[in-house]
């Protein structure tokens, strides 16, 4: 009788340790897990969102483009970047109605190359995940995102 107890506890442990594992596992395969964007010493520059499709955006700027929005300059310099990331929208489940970054869908890079040329002088490229859509359900090329980007407003802080 005391082998049959000793064999039923471990089992129960074993049961039960095997159970932690598989809830590991869950957790990190879950479609719920948020990301986060290592902007690399990039600056929030702007921040938008779509209800619609959502999705909140992100841009974020290089020293360059910070600097010349905060000198409060209307000409651009040649190598001014932006990175522009795409998150789905998830529930704040610690706020009723408000919502999170999860996770992420695109991430784009635009960079100055002529400033002499307005927005036909930055380089548009796709970094990762899919590219946006524009109107309705096509997606955008990329003169038209350029152009999209460059309307949003910079966030400026006093």
């Known amino acids: 009788m005391k082998h049959f107890t000793y064999l039923c506890m471990a089992f129960i442990v074993l049961a039960g340790c095997r159970h932690i594992s598989d809830n590991n596992a869950d957790k990190k395969n879950d479609s719920k897990h948020r ?14 969102a779509n209800r619609n499709r ?4 992100i841009v974020y700027a290089n020293q360059l483009a910070i600097s010349a929005v905060a ?3 209307t000409g651009q310099q040649a190598g001014e970047e932006l990175t522009v990331v795409t998150y789905q929208q998830e529930n704040n489940k610690y706020w009723y109605g408000s919502y999170i970054n999860g996770r992420i869908q695109s991430v784009e890079k635009l960079t100055l190359q002529r400033p002499d040329l307005g927005s036909k002088g930055w380089n548009y490229k796709l970094l990762s995940g899919r590219q946006p ?18 309307e949003k407003h910079p966030v400026v802080f006093p």
């Not at 959502?54 to 955006?57: A, D, H, I, S, V």
């Not at 359900?137 to 350029?146: A, G, K, L, Q, T």
């Open 54 to 57: 959502k999705t909140m955006t």
């Open 133 to 150: 859509f524009g109107v309705g359900d096509r997606y955008i090329n990329p003169s038209e995102r350029i152009t999209q980007i460059l």
């Open 71 to 73: 000198a409060g300059s």
């Open 35 to 48: 990301e986060v964007y290592n902007a690399h010493g990039e600056q929030v520059y702007s921040v938008f």
